[in-house]
């Protein structure tokens, strides 16, 4: 099969930008904070950081801690990754943000230096992924969408400014952008010979056009006027591509064919 290609170096440093910008953020919180309801069901705060030093963990290869509480019973979790998101987390519910930072500190460290010991071609090999064999290189652009969408919950969550650094929300919203044909084509059902443009303000600001002359495609410019443009901010649009609680309708505006539009909208969520 065909992998994605991605570049090494400006992946590698959003990724230590970004864990650099979850060091940062965790040492502002105050225990309250960490104890705070996420937007994520059935999550805290400190949850949604521990969760994400789970992962780099068991990228790192440690052992997935073992736990006698039945996890797979609990609301939020519907399936097996789920379960394995829990164990993480039963095993960081015990012990203190400290500790929690400590272990962020330690793990993203060590995950850089594997990192930047890769070469370009060890990037390009193929893998497992959250999204089927790919590349390294996409396996590790989709950790940092992870990532950052976990710190813009973790500001959401708390009432915090959203990010603002290009360069973390940079390979994100790539991953986002290119998740737009099937939301439009297949989940909003647009039919053949639709025109849609969405227009991503702030952070990342870009123009994304997409046509359908048999099957939804992302075009560097479309034939003709658009049928619909939809107009958000690029957390705005993360958040709705998240499926998160904090998502909200009103942060689009809409020029062209209502109906097309909203149907767009209410079908704009994409997890993986």
Request: aromatic content about 6%; glycine content about 8%; some cysteine.
């Amino acid at each position: 099969m065909t992998v994605t290609i991605v570049a090494k170096q400006p992946l590698v440093a959003a990724l230590a930008a970004e864990w650099a910008a979850l060091d940062e953020l965790g040492a502002t919180l105050t225990d309250d904070q960490w104890a705070a309801p996420s937007v994520l069901p059935g999550w805290t705060v400190k949850d949604v950081i521990a969760h994400v030093v789970g992962t780099e963990r068991l990228l790192s290869g440690d052992p997935i801690p073992s736990t006698d509480e039945a996890v797979a019973g609990l609301a939020h979790v519907h399936n097996p990754v789920g379960v394995l998101n829990e164990r993480w987390l039963t095993y960081y519910r015990k012990l203190p943000p400290v500790a929690v930072m400590n272990d962020l500190r330690t793990v993203t460290s060590a995950r850089l230096a594997v990192l930047e010991g890769l070469t370009q071609e060890q990037f390009n090999a193929e893998t497992a992924t959250p999204v089927g064999p790919e590349s390294y290189g996409r396996f590790m652009q989709i950790r940092d969408f992870d990532c950052w969408m976990h710190e813009l919950d973790v500001r959401d969550s708390l009432g915090l400014p959203a990010p603002t650094d290009p360069v973390t929300a940079t390979p994100a919203l790539t991953e986002l952008t290119n998740a737009l044909p099937f939301l439009v084509g297949k989940r909003a059902g647009a039919p053949q010979g639709s025109r849609i443009r969405f227009v991503l303000t702030g952070i990342g600001a870009q123009t994304v056009n997409i046509e359908i002359p048999d099957r939804a495609r992302i075009v560097s410019s479309l034939s003709d006027v658009p049928h619909v443009t939809l107009t958000t901010d690029t957390c705005e649009f993360a958040r709705h591509l998240g499926g998160r609680a904090s998502a909200n309708r009103d942060g689009f505006t809409l020029d062209g064919d209502p109906d097309l539009g909203w149907k767009i909208i209410a079908n704009l969520r994409f997890t993986m």
